[in-house]
C-alpha cells in the first residue's frame, strides 16, 4: 500500500451537525419546518444538489430542478459562513492521519464536497498538510460514484491503482472503487453494515492502516 484515499463527510469526519444547520437556515426561507440532523445526514454523500433535492423529497415538497439549483446556492451560503462549529473528526484521525504520512503513504481525499470547502474542512482539523491531493465534487466533470474523481486523485498521488486504498462509509465509496479497480475499507462507523461486506473490508480504526513497522510498541 502506497497511497490512502478517504471520503470525508461520514468518513474522517462527522459533518452532519453543520450540513443539518446550512440546509434548515435555507428551509426556513422558505418557511420550512427545522430537520433533525439525523435526517439530513442519511442523504448526504452525493453532493449538495441532490442533499437539496432528497430533503425536499423528504418532506414532499414538489420543486423543480431550477428551484434545486437556487436553493442549493442558498444552502451553501449559510453553509460556507460555518461550516465546521459542530464538526469533528471520527476515530483516531488527528493522530492516525499524520502518522501514515510520517510512515511514507501519500494520502488524498476524494469527496463530492465542492474542493475549496473540503479544503477549509480539513484545514480546521490540522490535516491539510498530510493530506497531498484533494479531490471535490467540482474538480473532475463527474462526481462518485463514478470512478473518474477516484482515478483522477491516485493519477495526482502518482501511484498505480494497484498500490492504492479507498476509505468511505457508503455504497457511494465501494460502488465508485469497485469501478475504480481500487481496494477499498468501509468504516464501522459509517452506514456501509448496509451493503453486507465481508468482515476483512470493514475499518474499526484508521491507525489499522499504518505499516507494522509504523505502529507503536
Given amino acids: 500500500m502506497k497511497a490512502v484515499i478517504f471520503d470525508l463527510d461520514g468518513t474522517l469526519v462527522d459533518s452532519a451537525p453543520d450540513i443539518a444547520w446550512g440546509i434548515n437556515r435555507m428551509l426556513a426561507g422558505h418557511q420550512l419546518p427545522p430537520q433533525d440532523t439525523r435526517v439530513v445526514e442519511q442523504f448526504i454523500g452525493e453532493g449538495a444538489a441532490v442533499l437539496v433535492a432528497k430533503v425536499y423529497a423528504h418532506l414532499g415538497e414538489r420543486v423543480d430542478e431550477d428551484r434545486v439549483e437556487r436553493d442549493t446556492a442558498v444552502y451553501l451560503d449559510h453553509y460556507r459562513s460555518r461550516p465546521v462549529a459542530e464538526s469533528r473528526l471520527y476515530a483516531d484521525g488527528a493522530t ?122
Fill in 96 to 217: 492516525a492521519l499524520p502518522a501514515l504520512r510520517r510512515s511514507g503513504v501519500r494520502l488524498g481525499v476524494c469527496t463530492n464536497k465542492l474542493q475549496s470547502l473540503a479544503e477549509v474542512v480539513l484545514a480546521h482539523f490540522g490535516l491539510r498538510d498530510c493530506i497531498e491531493v484533494v479531490v471535490g465534487s467540482d474538480t473532475t466533470p463527474y462526481r462518485k460514484p463514478h470512478p473518474a474523481p477516484l482515478l483522477h486523485a491516485i493519477e495526482r498521488l502518482g501511484v498505480d491503482v494497484p498500490d492504492a486504498v479507498f476509505i468511505g462509509d457508503t455504497a457511494i465509496d465501494y460502488e465508485c472503487a469497485v469501478a475504480a479497480g481500487v481496494s477499498c475499507r468501509i468504516v464501522d462507523w459509517g452506514l456501509g453494515p448496509g451493503l453486507n461486506l465481508p468482515q476483512r473490508t470493514r475499518l474499526r480504526r484508521f491507525a489499522d492502516l499504518l505499516p507494522t513497522s509504523a505502529l507503536p510498541a
